[in-house]
């Protein structure tokens, strides 16, 4: 075992320590920080001089919100000229904030306990847990205490060149690899109880090897997570392997998930279509489980959607009526103030000056 990289894994970073000390001042973890807040942790984080610069020009900009989608391509999320990496999720910070990105992620629980975030639910993970996650599927993690949680990135033309062997096998969870590559309905696949000592010995190698200089590096790393990809394969059983979307309590979440993305255009014929349900079963459906009509739901999806816009975006009303599916701006606006008790640039407003410079109550992005 490489102690020396398990001990650096398992200590709080330097912002884990800062954070962890702004905890101490309400008890709880930290959900919010002032841009200065911010400045501190991305100093701490030790990026790359350029990636300071951007964060540094979303801040003044007043782009704050933008500021997670920003860092998460993989130009940001990978060292210079490596297809894997290696990163420790941040303790003691619970932002509520879902996030995606080009690149597949494996979440492994060294030890301790998290809570993982789906659009589908939350599920708690406990030590030796897996959770792989596909591009482009938003999530969310809060590690619990002081759990280590390490994240293993892989660009996605690297998974599917160096791992396309591995997925025509059917062995372990190839079969799953595949259908959240290209299946309908991608989302996060939980294996339980998957992470051991030799797996564990992988990560750290390929830890080691990304602080290293070597010119071979790349293809080093490459060889450590296909190692680390092959045992989970051996490692998994059917028992232990949870697919969230195939669960049937989830039915409901898929459908509310689907309305969501398409909220501009869906019509419930195309959503019985989808979900291979009759229209008029499908309405009965929806008011039993999510205890609302088809047309309550879009509109919830639509209003949601506009929120996102309005503090994410500079979008005109217009615009973002047009992009939440309404005819006309005038019906859009009515719509929105009947649903929240504002107007839609009233909304932006109140929420941008929620998070001034100095304000401490600022949102994290």
Known sequence: MLEKELKELKEDTAADSFIRELTLKTGEPVTEMSDSQIREVISKWKTDPETQKTVEQYLTGGRKKE???LLTPEKYAFPAGSS???SKSARYIHTNNYHEHDFFEIECVLDGQASHHSLFGNYALNTADIVLIPPHVRHDLDVIGNGTIVN???RSSTFRSEFNDMLKNDIGV????EKIMYGTFNSE????ECLDEFMIELILMAYQNQKTSFDDKNRIGNHLITCFISRMFERSRPDLIYDITQSSEVRAGRIRKYIYEHADSVTLRELSDVFFMSPSYLSRYLKNTLHAG???I???ARIDKAKELLVKTDLSVLDISAKTGYSSQSHFIHVFHKATGISPLQYRIRRNNQNPVDDEEAVLP
């Open 174 to 177: 190839s079969s799953y690899f």
């Open 189 to 192: 696949v939980i294996i339980r």
């Open 84 to 86: 894997v990496s290696i």
């Open 298 to 300: 879009v509109r919830e």
């Open 152 to 154: 293993l990135g892989i």
């Open 294 to 296: 088809f047309s309550e």
């Open 67 to 69: 500021l997670i989608e």
